[in-house]
Structures are given as structure tokens and as C-alpha cells.
């Protein structure tokens, strides 16, 4: 196993935490000098903030360990391609690499639709490697939205059961 392996593996603990409360499954982690110093899942619905996803989650913990927004020397690994607002924080924070583990072809904008992370219009850019135990990062989204859509089904006709 890599050390992107192993780390991506941390960032799916973190996405079944958000699963476990019914949010999307997406996970994170930050690791400086083979060191976990942040974790983050989402939890938008959870907090009702726009602003927990699980990516922004760990930077806020990573700057706390380092004592600055600056995580320079920094590896984010994160199961789903950022959106536009982590992709534009993590180049904020100047992360230099970035290790994702699948596409968002929706919202991505680490290469997706945009690719702001290796924009170089930018004072920074982060290396960006894709497709990291992506199958894994893929099939967790797939089995959460696949329960959630026989879920709303079941739900749906139990409603219009009990009005008839």
C-alpha cells in the first residue's frame, strides 16, 4: 500500500462518519510530515452551514495544530474532487499537493469543470494527483445515494398509502 493509499484510507474513515449521520459521504484528511493534523467529513445538513464540508473542516483543524492558515507543507487527501469554495480555500492556504480520490463531474473544480487548483493565473498552485482507490471513493457515494433514492421511494408510497 502507498502512502496516498493509506492516507486516502483515512480520508473514507472520515466519509463513513458523515454517512453514519446521514450527510454525503465525503471525508478528508491533512497530513504534515506523515502526521494526521486534520480531519474533516461533511456535515452541511448536520450544521446547516454551507461552509462544513469536510475539506474546510480539516484546514480549520490543520491551522489550529500549525498555528497558521499557511499549510505549506501540507497533503490534502479527499475522496470527492472539491467544489469551487474548497478548491479556492485549499489554494488560499497554499497546500502544495492535493491527492483526490474521485471526480465530481457536477461540481469539481479540481479539474472537472474548472481546475482552479492548477490555475496559473494564480499566486500558487497545488500538484494535483487524481484517482486514488477512486472505486472505493466512488462506490461509497454510489451506495449512499442508491439508499437514499429506495429510501424517498419507500417513503413516498407510504404517504400516499396512509392518504388514501
Given at each position: 500500500?502507498?502512502?496516498?493509499e ?14 453514519k ?16 493534523i486534520?480531519?474533516g ?8 452551514s454551507?461552509f ?7 484546514m ?10 499557511r ?9 470527492l ?34 481546475n482552479?487548483l ?6 500558487h ?13 466512488s ?19 407510504e ?6
Amino acid at each position: 500500500m502507498t502512502l496516498d493509499e493509506k492516507y486516502m484510507r483515512e480520508a473514507l474513515k472520515q466519509a463513513r462518519k458523515a454517512m453514519k449521520i446521514g450527510e454525503v459521504p465525503i471525508g478528508c484528511v491533512i497530513v504534515y510530515e506523515d502526521r494526521i493534523i486534520g480531519r474533516g467529513y461533511n456535515r452541511r445538513n448536520t450544521d446547516k452551514s454551507t461552509f462544513s464540508h469536510a475539506e474546510i473542516t480539516a484546514m480549520k483543524k490543520a491551522g489550529r495544530v500549525i498555528g497558521d492558515w499557511r499549510l505549506e507543507e501540507c497533503t490534502l487527501y479527499v475522496t470527492l474532487e472539491p467544489c469551487q469554495m474548497c478548491a479556492g480555500a485549499i489554494i488560499q492556504a497554499r497546500i502544495p499537493r492535493v491527492v483526490m480520490g474521485c471526480m465530481n463531474p457536477k461540481a469539481g473544480c479540481g479539474g472537472s469543470i474548472l481546475n482552479l487548483l492548477e490555475m496559473k493565473e494564480f499566486n500558487h498552485q497545488a500538484e494535483v494527483v487524481r484517482g486514488v482507490l477512486e472505486e472505493d471513493c466512488s462506490r461509497i457515494l454510489k451506495d449512499f445515494f442508491g439508499d437514499l433514492r429506495k429510501r424517498l421511494k419507500t417513503e413516498k408510497a407510504e404517504k400516499l398509502r396512509d392518504s388514501q
